[in-house]
C-alpha cells in the first residue's frame, strides 16, 4: 500500500477531464460501430419491460457460457486433483440447462419472430435440396438486425441443447470434452454481432447507467482523464456486481424449475459474477498504480514552467488525493478476493456436489446475504475516500440496504478487533523472546496482518471516520517499507494497535444501538465462524 499520511484536500473543485469516462465506458466496451449502436437501441426501445430484463439476464448467461467453462469460476475446493481426472458429468448437466434457458430467453424476446425459426427447422427437414437449405442457414447466420441476431442464438443454442443432452446420456464426461461443447456455444456469442457480451469488464447504457447523482458527481471531480476512468470503471463493475446479486436472489426465490434449468441459471450467473470481480481485482493490481501516475505527469508536464510555483500547492493536493485512491484502489482489490473466497470456497456447494434444489436455492440465498453488504460497504468506502459520505437510500435501490450494512459493519468491527488484538498480543510476545529479529520468516504473521488490514481493517478505519487514521495508517506503512523488521517501527505498531482496539470495542456497541439494530442481538458465535473462514481455517 502507499503512504497515506500526507492530507489530501477534502474536496476539490469543477471537473477538469475534458472526456466524460463515465459516458465512454457505457457507450464503447462493447465495440459497437455507430449505426449498429443505433439498431441496438432502437430495437431495446420497442421491447416491453418484462422482455428488457429477460433480454439482461440472456446476455449474462451468455456471457456464463463461456465464464463457467473455467472451472476456476466453479464454487467448491478443488483440492489437488489434476483436471483431467475429474469427471465432468455434473457441470455438463449444468450447462445444458444453461443452454435450455438461452433458448428459451431469445424466444421470449423475438415474440412473434419466434415462428420464423419454428418455420425454418420446419423447412429443413422437408427441403429435398442441399443448396435450399443452405440459403435458410445463410440468412441466420449472418443478420443484419438485433431481431436475426436473436434468431440465429435462437437457431444455434437449440440445436447445441441436442447436442449437449446427448453428451450427457455419456456414464463419463472429461474435461475436454466439456470444455470443446463450451467453446462452440462461445464461437457463436463472438460471431454475434449485436449480442456479444464476452469481454471481461464491458457495460451496456441500457443496464448500466448509475442513477445515483452522488457517485456521478464524484466520478467528475476525480483530477485527470485516467484517474477518473479508473474510477468510472470501478464503480460500474460495482453497480454491475450488485445487479448480479439481484438476479441470483430472483432466481433462488423464484417458481419451481427442473433442477438442471435452476442450477445452470444460478451457477452461471455466479461464474461471471466471479470472473468480472477476478477481472477488476486483476486490473486495478496490475494498472491502477501506473495508470495514475501516467494522469499526474500529463497535468504536470501540461503545467508551464513559470506556473510551477503558483500551482504547488494544487499540484500537492492532487498527487496525495492520487495516492489515496491508489491506496482505495488496493484495500478493493484485497477485499473483494476475501469475501470471494469465503462465499465461493465455503458456502456455496460445487457443480458436481450432487446439491438438491432446494440446497442450492438456500446456499444462493445465502451468497447473496454476504456479498450484497460486502460489495454495497467498498461502494461506501470509496465514495467516501472520493471526498463524499454517499447514502445508502439515495445509491441503492434495496430498502434494507441501511439495515444489512449495519449487520455487517458490527460483524466486521468485531472480526478486526479479534484481528487487532491478536497480532498485538503476538507481536509483544516477538519482542520479549530470545529470537527477536532472528529471521523474517519468523514474522509472517506480520505480513498476514498487513493483508487483513488492507482488506478489513482500512475500510474500517473510513467507515468509522477514526481519529487517528493518519497515525494508524503511518504506522501499518512502516511495517512494510522494509524487509527486516525495526523494533521501533513494531512498538509504535502495537501502541496503534491497542489504541485502535478500544476504539473498535466502543464502536462496536455504538453500532449495536443504531435505530435499524433495535431488537437484534448481535450474533457472535456466527461472527466467530465467519473470522474463521476469513483466516482460512
Known amino acids: ?64 457460457m463461456a465464464c463457467f467453462a473455467n472451472p476456476r469460476n466453479h464454487p467448491g475446493q478443488r483440492g489437488r486433483v489434476p483436471i483431467v481426472a475429474v469427471d465432468f458429468h455434473e457441470p455438463l448437466a449444468v450447462m445444458t440447462g444453461g443452454i435450455k434457458r438461452i433458448s428459451y430467453l431469445a424466444r421470449s424476446c423475438l415474440g412473434e419472430r419466434d415462428r420464423t425459426f419454428v418455420f425454418h427447422r420446419y423447412l429443413e427437414t422437408v427441403l429435398p435440396e442441399d443448396a435450399a437449405r443452405t440459403r435458410l442457414v445463410r440468412q441466420e447466420t449472418a443478420p443484419d438486425s438485433p431481431e436475426g441476431a436473436l434468431l440465429g442464438l435462437r437457431r444455434s443454442f437449440t440445436n447445441l441443447t441436442e447436442v449437449a443432452e446427448g453428451l450427457h446420456r455419456l456414464t463419463r464426461v472429461p474435461f475436454r470434452l466439456f470444455y470443446a461443447t463450451a467453446s462452440v456455444a462461445q464461437r457463436e456469442i463472438a460471431q454475434n454481432t449485436f449480442f456479444n457480451p464476452l469481454s471481461a469488464l464491458e457495460f451496456r447504457p441500457e443496464f448500466d447507467r448509475i442513477s445515483s447523482s452522488q457517485v456521478l458527481d464524484i466520478i467528475q471531480r476525480v483530477p485527470g482523464d485516467q484517474a477518473q476512468r479508473l474510477v468510472a470503471l470501478t464503480f460500474l463493475s460495482l453497480f454491475r456486481m450488485l445487479r448480479y446479486l439481484k438476479l441470483i436472489e430472483e432466481i433462488a426465490a423464484g417458481m419451481p424449475e427442473p433442477m438442471n434449468f435452476v442450477a445452470g441459471r444460478i451457477y452461471l450467473v455466479l461464474s461471471v459474477l466471479r470472473s468480472d470481480a477476478r477481472a477488476l481485482s486483476n486490473y486495478l493490481r496490475r494498472n491502477s498504480g501506473e495508470l495514475l501516475a501516467d494522469s499526474f505527469e500529463h497535468d504536470l508536464l501540461h503545467t508551464p514552467a513559470n506556473d510551477i510555483h503558483a500551482r504547488y500547492e494544487t499540484l500537492r493536493a492532487v498527487a496525495h488525493r492520487l495516492i489515496e485512491i491508489r491506496g482505495a484502489f488496493e484495500c478493493i482489490n484485497a477485499n473483494l478476493r476475501l469475501e470471494l473466497r469465503r462465499v465461493y470456497d465455503h458456502v456455496l456447494p460445487a457443480p458436481e456436489a450432487g446439491a438438491t434444489e432446494a440446497e442450492l436455492r438456500r446456499a444462493a440465498m445465502g451468497a447473496v446475504a454476504i456479498l450484497r453488504p460486502a460489495l454495497q460497504n467498498v461502494v461506501l468506502f470509496f465514495g467516501k475516500t472520493l471526498g463524499a459520505r454517499l447514502e445508502e437510500g439515495q445509491v441503492f435501490d434495496d430498502k434494507t440496504a441501511r439495515r444489512q450494512l449495519s449487520e455487517r459493519l458490527r460483524q466486521n468491527v468485531w472480526m478486526f478487533s479479534q484481528i487487532v488484538r491478536a497480532f498485538a498480543v503476538k507481536a509483544r510476545h516477538a519482542q520479549a523472546s530470545d529470537e527477536r529479529w532472528a529471521s523474517v520468516s519468523g514474522f509472517q504473521f506480520v505480513r498476514e496482518f498487513l493483508a487483513y488490514f488492507r482488506a478489513m481493517g482500512y475500510p474500517l478505519l473510513r467507515a468509522a471516520d477514526y481519529p487517528r487514521f493518519e497515525a494508524f495508517v ?56 465467519a473470522l474463521r473462514l476469513y483466516l482460512g481455517e
Not at 449502436?37 to 456471457?63: C, G, M, N, S, V
Not at 501499518?476 to 496503534?496: F, H, N, S, V, Y
Open 1 to 64: 500500500m502507499q503512504r497515506l499520511s500526507a492530507p489530501p484536500p477534502a474536496r476539490l473543485g469543477a471537473p477538469t477531464p475534458e472526456r466524460d469516462a463515465y459516458a465512454d465506458l457505457l457507450r464503447e466496451t462493447r465495440g459497437l460501430r455507430g449505426d449498429e449502436h443505433r439498431a441496438r437501441e432502437a430495437f431495446f426501445a420497442r421491447l416491453p419491460a418484462d422482455k428488457r430484463e429477460a433480454l439482461f439476464e440472456l446476455e449474462i448467461l451468455l456471457k456464463g
Open 474 to 529: 503511518d504506522a501499518m506503512t512502516g511495517l512494510q517499507e522494509t524487509d527486516l523488521l525495526d523494533p521501533g517501527k513494531l512498538e509504535r505498531a502495537i501502541a496503534e494497535c491497542e489504541a485502535f482496539h478500544e476504539f473498535l470495542v466502543q464502536l462496536l456497541d455504538q453500532v449495536g444501538r443504531r435505530e435499524e439494530l433495535a431488537g437484534t442481538v448481535f450474533d457472535k458465535r456466527a461472527a466467530a465462524a
